[in-house]
């Protein structure tokens, strides 16, 4: 049997705006959703206004001296609902208890996720029986915050490593191609 230790939950968020939220949170009916954008602006939509679409997730165990992958998967609210979403996914994190590792987890997906939870009144015990919600514990593991030092300035994005690394790579190729390197 496997202890809590044991298992990891690599996860993802993906939102999109919830005009309806920003337009009753503003005294407006739920559908002008072009008044909403306009509250919003060009800015960055706060927490709040993001309605869950996707969570994406692996969850790996400790085998003697490897990870297994358990189950991977992507549930969306083509199949269900946000809160549907929501309940199995905290659901899960209160079964198995993991260490969730992301990327910008604590700047954007936890938050959004306990505002999301909120909102649709879903119990979410599993965010709780471990310590999510600190930023330097091992329980959560933020690669953002790991590979900006926690630091807040200069922190490269998700999109900008793979490109920075393939550059950095295709000149290392060059180099060991070149006729002065034996």
């Not at 700047?107 to 930023?135: E, Q, S």
């Amino acid at each position: 049997m496997l202890s809590p230790l044991d298992h990891v939950l690599v996860w993802d968020l993906e939102t999109v705006p919830d005009l309806a939220a920003v337009a009753r949170a503003n005294g407006l009916p739920e559908a002008d959703s072009q008044s909403a954008s306009a509250i919003i602006g060009e800015k960055f939509p706060k927490h709040l206004w993001h309605e869950i679409i996707c969570i994406g997730a692996l969850i790996a165990s400790r085998a003697d001296e490897h990870w297994e992958v358990q189950a991977i998967g992507a549930p969306h609210i083509g199949q269900r609902t946000e809160a549907e979403l929501i309940e199995t996914f905290v659901a899960r994190i209160a079964e198995l208890r993991p260490r969730l590792v992301g990327f910008n987890t604590n700047g954007f997906d936890l938050p959004v996720l306990r505002y999301r939870a909120m909102l649709h009144r879903v119990r979410a015990p599993g965010l709780a029986c471990k310590p999510y919600f600190r930023r330097y514990t091992d329980d959560a593991e933020d690669l953002c915050d790991i590979s900006g030092s926690f630091g807040s300035g200069g922190r490269a994005t998700l999109n900008e490593l793979p490109h920075a690394w393939a550059r950095r790579q295709d000149r290392w190729d060059r180099r060991l191609e070149s006729p002065s390197v034996r």
